[in-house]
């Protein structure tokens, strides 16, 4: 279940659906990524699937963390990283691995120090968290040359966009039943978008909760 060759399985399956940044790829290859469920749903942890978390919140799909991740760093490295939506810490753990800094906020306290707990026991020592609504993102962190959102909000929020820094890309998911993955880049003249694909995600929630 949590062996190497059922791993490796997962990454064939990644690459069959077209991820081809390498060192995405090599990340998602070493992340143990059943150390980020309860145990009752452990054994499904490498299914190309999301699951559930509690709180009615979901550990995305790896193909979904995959693309997002790969779409964040397709312009060039990335060093300060936002990303709003911890929830089981498993996105931010892959990113914690390919860029400098990670900055992740959730809103749901409970949520966020499992996610704390494990990201401590895989010795990642570059991810900042805050227990906040991430629609206003971090501003005091910023700004910031990539932002990831791992929930929908319906219309890109206003504070996300002035958080990025000039060549920042934004990866979001957005829209209500139809969802889709938006890409924002933010030039001299403003902000450019590139929508990829359709997807569904937990919607992005106001506030905060324990
Ligand atoms: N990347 C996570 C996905 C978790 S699901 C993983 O791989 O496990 C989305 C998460 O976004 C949930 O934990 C939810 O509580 C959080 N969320 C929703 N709205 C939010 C908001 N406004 N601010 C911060 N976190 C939010």
């Known amino acids: 279940m949590t062996s190497q060759r059922t791993r490796e399985r997962l990454v064939q399956r990644l690459v069959e659906q077209g991820i081809r940044d390498t060192s995405v790829l090599d990340v998602m290859r070493i992340t143990p990524r059943h150390l980020f469920l309860d145990e009752a749903m452990a054994h499904r942890a490498y299914e190309d699937v999301a699951l559930p978390i509690g709180f009615q919140q979901t550990l995305s799909q790896p193909y979904v963390v995959a693309r997002m991740t790969e779409l964040l760093l397709a312009a060039g490295p990335r060093s300060r990283v936002l990303e709003i939506g911890t929830g089981s810490g498993y996105q931010t753990t892959i990113l914690a691995q390919l860029v400098a800094e990670v900055y992740s906020v959730e809103r749901i306290k409970t949520l966020q120090q499992k996610a704390r707990q494990r990201l401590r026991q895989l010795k990642l020592r570059n991810v900042h968290m805050n227990h906040a609504d991430g629609g206003m993102g971090w501003q005091e962190r910023g700004p910031y040359d990539g932002i990831l959102v ?4 319906e219309r890109i929020p206003e504070d996300l966009l002035l958080q990025l820094a000039l060549g ?19 030039t001299h003249e403003g902000y450019e978008t590139e929508i990829v694909e359709a997807v569904f995600f937990v919607p992005l929630r106001p506030g905060k909760e324990k």
């Open 150 to 153: 791992t929930a929908a909000p």
């Open 168 to 186: 920042g890309r934004l990866v979001i998911p957005v829209g209500k039943e139809l969802q889709h993955l938006q890409v924002v880049t933010r």
